[in-house]
Nanobody, 115 residues
Framework: QVPLVESGGGLVQSGGSLRLSCAAS????????MHWYRQAPGKHREWVAT???????YYSEDVKGRVIISTDDTKNTFDLQMNSLKPEDTAVYYC?????????WGEGTQVTVSS
């Protein structure tokens, strides 16, 4: 198992920003793809953003233009910068990484956006 640990969640006002980080215990470029998901209360977990080993990025329509996914190989993290946050962004945010047939998830970090 490769532990992934999220950090950076918290309470923020609508319009504010947060930066989430997912720390891995090995070089992040060992992973082919790295992802962020979120799960709001009473809803299914949904995909938010992806970054590939070649640094191509993809975003869900709900967050496109407001978030940026990036990597920091000096810290072995991949991050999610979230701007212009809305109350509907309130959720537990999870990171996920894929390497071949292996899949790793973090335990989540809570993001709460107040109106």
């Amino acid at each position: 198992q490769v532990p992934l640990v999220e950090s950076g969640g918290g309470l923020v006002q609508s319009g504010g920003s947060l930066r989430l980080s997912c720390a891995a215990s090995e070089r992040i470029f060992n992973f082919e793809t790295m992802h962020w998901y979120r799960q709001a209360p009473g809803k299914h977990r949904e995909w938010v953003a992806t970054i590939t080993r070649s640094l191509r990025t993809y975003y869900s329509e709900d967050v496109k233009g407001r978030v940026i996914i990036s990597t920091d190989d000096t810290k072995n993290t991949f991050d999610l910068q979230m701007n212009s946050l809305k109350p509907e962004d309130t959720a537990v945010y999870y990171c996920r990484a894929l390497r071949g047939t292996e899949e790793y998830w973090g335990e989540g970090t809570q993001v709460t956006v107040s109106s």
